[in-house]
């Protein structure tokens, strides 16, 4: 998608980027624009796009700023904006604090937003789990003893979680997840794309988005106009 | 833009929180800078989020609550002990009439505190930083930044002031302890009567005395929180640095609430 120099900066920006610790040796030049979706090569590099670690080389910008730009406040804020699917066998190791349940999990930003309160984020957490697939609500156990398919869906149910949601990073966010629930990931990924927010879908091959039902571009009238 | 480095540089740098490094000078200023932060976020309501209240209960739960069965067994231990030395050396001086206050002195001011904070650090302390140190090794500390999570907020603050109120609490069920061992003690030596004795000893008490208990137990366990968090977070490497790890936060723990004894002993006696 071409910016006009009256467009909006793009939410995600990847300028030369060298990340640490995936297959793909090369550097990535990428901008995400409000309600895109785009496909990155890579294995497992949320935490670096996010900066909490370190890129090679390169810088990366989100809505226009890098992160060493941002204080601490700042930075949280932002990150609490930014949904993120990890790979579940990712460089970052841990899609999960260990002594938590995977429902405090996957609630656990959320009660750090201060425009919410713990039962809003409560109430949205179980109708998003509903939405996936996991009929009895988010498990409440934890991760170690967690059914690998109940875990998937438990990280889309984090993912979906802030609220506005500025990006959305998912790390090969299909990997052991089951097949009837893809069409309401599919869903609620074309829902928030509608409200402007971009996706960037990251996995070492290329998915069909066509076929998985995602259109590759929106009214762009709709989801154009300035953050 | 971020200049070029190496893997080998990466993974170092990675190894550890940005917001928590310690080393050197400017590690002592880090936890100084941690320490303010916490002591603010304590104040501040917005602070107090779900997460953040449910962690302060469990750790003045585990902290407090299950270390109440070994600190009443240490304080009727240190009761029998204490009461045996004095009257032995007050009667061997001739001062028995000052058995009373020697006591108040003896358990209040010094052994209770001393007690709860070493108490804290053998069942709290190693355990905390292992959990931390295990965290960082783990990628979760990075999860936890990933999502905008305030790590002082969620890590430092209730696994602080949990101690903090733990080892207050610890130290007041050592003093009954002692004093209720004392009294017993008394009664089966037999050569002086309890209530005169127990007249002594609260006759002899003073508000210094209570604020050198409190002080002396509640500021070196929330030290000794901060001390295992800040070494916990700032664990890198392999699963082998968390052992090291535990044994710096313990002997720093040690180290600290020696020196807040010196320095309220010194503000009490001079």
Same mark, same amino acid.
């Given at each position: 998608m071409d910016a006009s120099p009256a467009d909006p900066p793009p939410v995600l920006r990847l300028d030369a980027a060298r990340f640490a610790g995936v297959r793909n040796e090369g550097t990535f030049d990428l901008e995400l624009f409000r309600g895109e979706i785009r496909h990155l090569g890579a294995n497992s590099p949320s935490l670096q796009i996010l900066g909490v670690l370190p890129l090679l080389s390169g810088s990366i910008l989100v809505n226009g700023r890098s992160w060493e730009t941002r204080d601490v406040a700042d930075r949280e804020a932002q990150l609490r904006?930014?949904?993120?699917?990890?790979?579940?066998?990712?460089?970052?190791? #841990?899609?999960?604090?260990?002594? *938590?349940?995977?429902?405090?999990?996957?609630?656990?930003?959320?009660?750090?937003?201060?425009?919410?309160?713990?039962?809003?984020?409560?109430?949205?957490?179980?109708a998003l789990a509903h939405r996936f697939g996991l009929a009895e609500g988010l498990p409440t156990t934890r991760p170690a003893v967690t059914a690998l398919r109940e875990q998937? *869906?438990?990280?889309?149910?984090?993912?979906?979680?802030?609220?506005?949601?500025?990006? *959305?990073?998912?790390? #090969?966010?299909?990997l052991g997840a089951p097949v009837e629930s893809i069409p309401a990931l599919v869903a609620e990924i074309e829902h928030v794309r509608g409200t402007g927010c971009p996706v960037l879908w990251i996995s070492e091959d290329e998915p069909d988005f066509a076929k998985l039902g995602i259109r590759a571009h929106l009214d762009e009238t709709a989801v154009r106009e300035p953050a | 833009m971020q200049g070029e480095k190496s893997?080998?540089?990466?993974?170092?740098? &990675?190894?550890? &929180?940005?917001?928590?490094?310690? &080393?050197?000078?400017?590690?002592?200023?880090?936890?100084?800078?941690?320490?303010?932060?916490?002591?603010?976020a304590t104040l501040l309501p917005r602070s107090w989020r779900?997460?953040?209240?449910t962690r302060l209960a469990k750790q003045i739960l585990f902290a407090g609550v299950e270390a109440v069965p070994f600190t009443v067994f240490a304080g009727i231990l240190m009761g029998i002990v204490l009461t045996l030395n004095s009257y032995r050396w007050l009667e061997f001086t001739g001062r028995i009439?000052?058995?009373?206050?020697?006591l108040s002195i003896l358990v209040i001011r010094e052994a209770a505190p001393a007690f709860a904070c070493v108490i804290l650090i053998a069942a709290s302390a190693s355990a905390m930083t292992t959990e931390l140190a295990t965290m960082r090794v783990s990628g979760e500390i990075d999860l936890l930044e990933s999502q905008g999570i305030n790590l002082v907020q969620f890590l430092a603050m209730p696994r602080a002031l949990g101690l903090a109120i733990a080892g207050t609490g610890l130290a007041l069920i050592f003093v009954a302890c002692a004093f209720v061992t004392a009294v017993v003690t008394i009664l089966l030596i037999g050569r002086t009567s309890p209530g005169p004795f127990f007249d002594s000893i609260f006759s002899s008490i003073v508000a210094a005395d209570f604020v050198s208990l409190i002080g002396r137990s509640t500021v070196p366990a929330f030290l000794i929180g901060l001390i295992c968090c800040h070494v916990g977070v700032?664990?890198?490497?392999? *699963?082998?640095?968390?052992?090291?790890?535990?044994?710096?936060a313990m002997l720093l723990s040690v180290a600290a609430t020696l020196l807040i004894s010196v320095l309220f002993a010194l503000v009490a006696y001079l």
């Amino acid at each position: 998608m071409d910016a006009s120099p009256a467009d909006p900066p793009p939410v995600l920006r990847l300028d030369a980027a060298r990340f640490a610790g995936v297959r793909n040796e090369g550097t990535f030049d990428l901008e995400l624009f409000r309600g895109e979706i785009r496909h990155l090569g890579a294995n497992s590099p949320s935490l670096q796009i996010l900066g909490v670690l370190p890129l090679l080389s390169g810088s990366i910008l989100v809505n226009g700023r890098s992160w060493e730009t941002r204080d601490v406040a700042d930075r949280e804020a932002q990150l609490r904006r930014i949904g993120t699917v990890h790979h579940p066998r990712g460089a970052s190791s #841990s899609i999960w604090i260990s002594n *938590l349940d995977i429902d405090e999990n996957a609630r656990l930003a959320g009660h750090f937003d201060p425009e919410r309160g713990s039962a809003a984020v409560a109430e949205r957490a179980e109708a998003l789990a509903h939405r996936f697939g996991l009929a009895e609500g988010l498990p409440t156990t934890r991760p170690a003893v967690t059914a690998l398919r109940e875990q998937i *869906l438990a990280q889309w149910v984090r993912a979906f979680l802030p609220e506005p949601l500025d990006l *959305l990073l998912l790390e #090969s966010p299909l990997l052991g997840a089951p097949v009837e629930s893809i069409p309401a990931l599919v869903a609620e990924i074309e829902h928030v794309r509608g409200t402007g927010c971009p996706v960037l879908w990251i996995s070492e091959d290329e998915p069909d988005f066509a076929k998985l039902g995602i259109r590759a571009h929106l009214d762009e009238t709709a989801v154009r106009e300035p953050a | 833009m971020q200049g070029e480095k190496s893997e080998k540089a990466v993974a170092v740098e &990675s190894g550890g &929180s940005r917001r928590f490094r310690i &080393s050197g000078w400017d590690g002592t200023l880090d936890f100084l800078a941690l320490a303010t932060e916490c002591v603010i976020a304590t104040l501040l309501p917005r602070s107090w989020r779900k997460p953040v209240r449910t962690r302060l209960a469990k750790q003045i739960l585990f902290a407090g609550v299950e270390a109440v069965p070994f600190t009443v067994f240490a304080g009727i231990l240190m009761g029998i002990v204490l009461t045996l030395n004095s009257y032995r050396w007050l009667e061997f001086t001739g001062r028995i009439d000052f058995l009373g206050p020697a006591l108040s002195i003896l358990v209040i001011r010094e052994a209770a505190p001393a007690f709860a904070c070493v108490i804290l650090i053998a069942a709290s302390a190693s355990a905390m930083t292992t959990e931390l140190a295990t965290m960082r090794v783990s990628g979760e500390i990075d999860l936890l930044e990933s999502q905008g999570i305030n790590l002082v907020q969620f890590l430092a603050m209730p696994r602080a002031l949990g101690l903090a109120i733990a080892g207050t609490g610890l130290a007041l069920i050592f003093v009954a302890c002692a004093f209720v061992t004392a009294v017993v003690t008394i009664l089966l030596i037999g050569r002086t009567s309890p209530g005169p004795f127990f007249d002594s000893i609260f006759s002899s008490i003073v508000a210094a005395d209570f604020v050198s208990l409190i002080g002396r137990s509640t500021v070196p366990a929330f030290l000794i929180g901060l001390i295992c968090c800040h070494v916990g977070v700032n664990t890198s490497g392999s *699963l082998t640095a968390i052992p090291q790890a535990v044994t710096r936060a313990m002997l720093l723990s040690v180290a600290a609430t020696l020196l807040i004894s010196v320095l309220f002993a010194l503000v009490a006696y001079l």
